[in-house]
């Protein structure tokens, strides 16, 4: 079985993770933009039981365009966004697919809020695109 390992810069604060992710995306809304500095951010779902975190973090509660909650964890010395918690998939653990620094990672499968997306932005051309 996959094991992969994600941290913050500091390593302070880690997710462990089993198996493959459920899911992984592309987003393009505001608020990811502001959260990962890039004009977009990437991230990984996996089964909360597929998910093993180590260390302190702080908690930014944001409530998203369809009225959910996305609970985002951060060290609390670096504030690097090491996973979050989304109220809405409560049986799902999402993490930055830059906080495993590993270069071959799975790519996105799926990518929303093109609406906000960069016009130079390219996608995969075999990714699905929701709006």
């Known amino acids: 079985m996959t094991e992969r390992l994600a941290s913050c810069t500091c390593g302070q604060l880690?997710?462990?993770?089993?198996?493959?992710?459920?899911?992984?995306?592309?987003?393009?809304?505001?608020?990811?933009?502001r959260r990962s500095g890039g004009v977009f951010a990437v991230q990984a779902r996996f089964q909360a039981e597929a998910v093993e975190v180590s260390g302190r973090s702080s908690e930014y509660p944001r409530i998203g365009d369809e009225g959910t909650t996305a609970r985002f964890h951060f060290c609390p010395v670096c504030g690097d966004t090491v996973y979050y918690l989304m109220d809405a998939l409560p049986d799902a653990v999402a993490i930055p697919v830059g906080a495993f620094a590993d270069p071959d990672f799975p790519p996105p499968t799926v990518s929303v809020y093109g609406v906000r997306r960069h016009a130079w932005v390219q996608l995969p051309p075999s990714i699905e695109e929701l709006d």
């Not at 880690?14 to 933009?33: D, F, T």
């Open 14 to 33: 880690s997710a462990r993770v089993r198996g493959e992710p459920l899911r992984n995306s592309i987003c393009h809304c505001l608020a990811c933009q």
